[in-house]
């Protein structure tokens, strides 16, 4: 009977030795690291802020001018916006795509994984701690205390 196989181990790199560079889009966008997933979010809110921004302003244009047409907009979306004038189901269907966006697109994220230890730095000397429970910063910042 052969003996059994060693388990596997991930390699760890000696104190002060750097990994080998990886591409931008192993680093930045499939990344597994905790703080760039973090960031990820943070630019994802950001963006997402943006385009409900966007659509902020075009119910604030037809609340502020009723019927005024908008010029581009009759070209990007010629079927709720005909000759650039918005039709009220199109206003309706607007303020709900700006609700959904600033609430589940931006709003959550930015203020879970990013706002939290995944971008901040670790104190020197100071271990990582996993449970909420167990960690000070973390113990404080939820509802539940245990």
């Known amino acids: 009977m052969p003996a059994p196989a060693a388990p596997a181990v991930a390699h760890e790199l000696p104190h002060g030795v750097h990994p080998a560079p990886t591409s931008f889009w192993r680093k930045y966008i499939f990344s597994t690291d905790h703080k760039v997933i973090g960031k990820q979010y943070l630019f994802y809110s950001l963006f997402m802020l943006i385009i ?7 119910v604030r244009w037809q609340l502020a001018w009723p019927g005024k047409p908008i010029g581009f907009m009759g070209k990007l979306m010629p079927e709720g916006m005909p000759g650039g004038q918005m039709l009220p189901e199109f206003y309706n269907s607007l303020f709900t795509m700006h609700a959904t966006i600033m609430i589940f697109f931006a709003i ?34 939820g509802s539940f205390r245990s």
Do not use: Y
């Open 108 to 141: 959550m994220p930015i203020s879970g994984p990013s706002s939290s230890r995944e971008v901040r730095r670790n104190p020197a000397g100071r271990p990582t701690r996993l449970s909420r429970r167990f960690n000070p910063e973390g113990r404080h910042s």
């Open 52 to 58: 409900g921004g966007f659509l902020a302003g075009l």
